[in-house]
């Protein structure tokens, strides 16, 4: 009996998949050698057993778009749809069913004992098919359906490990192309290709809150229960992430007197567009965009969004109660602006970061980056002369979060009513600019200098991307961050024994892990 690994689909249906690598015997039914149909890779056909494939299983590492069953809609689930037949009618499964295609590499038929023997590696196993895996591991009985599988045997040139990376290019383009029959949504290719492990490495257990492509198997389910509906979109995270970065758009350390087009930003209202954006760039290491270097600020802002979320229901009163509603008083969700805007959208019980916050309210991602874009402009940002930027804050976001929101909610709220829905006020030059100007400049000025003998012009944290570790001021500390103030660069180095700052550096201790 081969390893088997146990899976859950989001919707609770549990399965077992191969455990690569793997050689696995099969009894087959018929089956044909079609040959070296591209002119290098062999093709199969065989036609196997429900009960073969129920018994020793098949990987699934070479399928972008893993399975997923609601399991009770007969109308619109297609497992449900084809377990029906394979129950009821399993003599047509084969003919109904496109199958299973698989990659492997190599392959052994055996005619007399009408066994096929095959060799499954790393990064092999169903290209396409995983519903109808699905329904055939998962049915109730089994029944003397068969399924009809397509093996691509690798030739011998893409199994010589020197020539792994072809090999999993020459995986990744089959799949993605044999997953056509339903396309795959942008955000499953995208997490098929790679292109989100960069955001993904800095999130750790927070990984699974967000879904990151169709059936994503890691969702969180202790003690907080992550499903496609209240999880977070791969496409809103980014576009998240994006507000941060300063690739895309303006910050005050560039121009602290910016025109109105420069404070506002398209992200704002552009939805999934700032995801399109992305995807083209993502693999690109040269490319400002590709949202590397704010990667690490992922953590913390899972956390600030939970935070924009929280204070628009509960306020934590001196002796640790909580009032409900806040927001800008009690009567703020009873505006218009709250109820069709700014309250508006997909109901997310669960907190993204902080696992004891339950029972969050509706909030809308428009909203939502609105008081992100407030916030930005007390992100911090070092150059250096390696090429690459610190990246960190001049204070506290979450701390700034509390001390600006109300006043900001304060002031677009009276303006919602001008304007025809929350996008028109979110997408008007002059709101933004008045935002900006009366209401976090200020505390902005007194909070972020852009004066480098000034205290404020250092950042309280921040993160070091050629060592991976995050520096906090200290006086105490061990590690010296200094500004070239000829060269507009900054340095970072761990302290000599006896030495002392000057005053174009303050000291830093670095961080065991992530502040956030």
Not at 51 to 76: D, H, M, Q, Y
Not at 98 to 123: H, M, Q, R, Y
Not at 133 to 159: D, G, K, M, Q, W
Not at 340 to 350: C, D, P, T, Y
Request: net charge negative; aromatic share 10%; charged share 25%.
């Amino acid at each position: 009996m081969p390893g088997l690994i146990p899976k859950t689909t989001n919707a609770g249906t549990q399965y077992s998949v191969v455990d690569v690598p793997s050689k696995i015997e099969y009894s087959y039914f018929s089956s044909q050698d079609c040959g070296l149909v591209d002119g290098e890779n062999r093709y199969w056909t065989i036609y196997i057993p429900m009960s073969e494939v129920r018994e020793k299983c098949f990987p699934l590492n070479a399928n972008p778009r893993k399975p997923n069953s609601i399991g009770s809609n007969e109308s619109t689930d297609i497992v449900v749809k084809m377990r029906r037949t394979i129950s009821n009618e399993p003599e047509k499964f084969v003919r109904l069913n496109n199958g299973l295609t698989c990659v492997c590499s190599s392959l052994l038929i055996d005619p007399s004992a009408k066994t096929v023997s095959i060799d499954w590696k790393e990064g092999e196993g169903i290209l396409n098919g995983g519903h109808t895996y699905l329904s055939l591991v998962t049915n109730p009985t089994i029944t003397e359906a068969v399924v009809r599988v397509e093996v691509i045997e690798l030739c011998a040139r893409l199994n010589d490990p020197s020539n792994s990376l072809e090999k999993q290019n020459f995986i990744k383009e089959t799949a993605i192309a044999r997953n056509s029959n339903r396309q795959l949504k942008d955000f499953t290719r995208s997490e098929f290709e790679g292109k989100h492990q960069l955001l993904q490495n800095h999130l750790l257990d927070l990984k699974g809150v967000i879904y990151w492509s169709e059936g994503y198997e890691e969702m969180v389910t202790e003690p907080r229960h992550f499903t496609e509906r209240n999880s977070m979109k791969a496409a809103v995270f980014v576009r998240y992430l994006a507000l941060t970065d300063n690739s895309w758009h303006w910050h005050p350390r560039e121009n602290d007197d910016p025109s109105d087009n420069q404070i506002l930003n398209n992200l704002l209202v552009q939805g999934n567009g700032t995801y399109d954006q992305w995807n083209l760039v993502a693999l690109d290491e040269e490319h400002e965009k590709n949202l590397v270097k704010v990667a690490p600020l992922g953590r913390m802002l899972l956390s600030l969004v939970d935070k924009i979320r929280a204070s628009m229901k509960y306020e934590t009163n001196p002796d640790g109660s909580t009032a409900n509603p806040v927001g800008c008083g009690s009567s703020f969700i009873a505006t218009e602006f709250f109820q069709n805007w700014a309250g508006s959208g997909q109901n997310r019980e669960v907190s993204f970061y902080d696992k004891g916050v339950e029972d969050l309210p509706k909030s809308s991602p428009h909203f939502v980056a609105y008081m992100i874009n407030s916030i930005r402009p007390f992100l911090w940002y070092g150059d250096t002369d390696n090429g690459f930027e610190y990246i960190g804050w001049h204070l506290d976001p979450l701390t700034v979060y509390e001390n600006l929101h109300k006043t900001i909610i304060r002031q677009i709220t009276p303006q919602y009513g001008q304007h025809r829905s929350g996008r028109d006020l979110a997408s008007n030059n002059m709101v933004a600019s008045s935002v900006w100007r009366n209401s976090v400049r200020p505390f902005w000025a007194d909070n972020c200098s852009l004066d480098c003998v000034d205290e404020n012009f250092y950042p309280i944290i921040f993160f070091d991307p050629s060592s991976e570790q995050w520096f906090e001021k200290d006086v105490s500390g061990d590690w010296m961050l200094s500004y070239v103030d000829s060269d507009e660069e900054w340095i970072l180095n761990k302290l000599a024994p006896g030495s002392r700052p000057t005053v174009y550096s303050r000291m830093y201790v670095k961080l065991e892990q992530s502040p956030y």
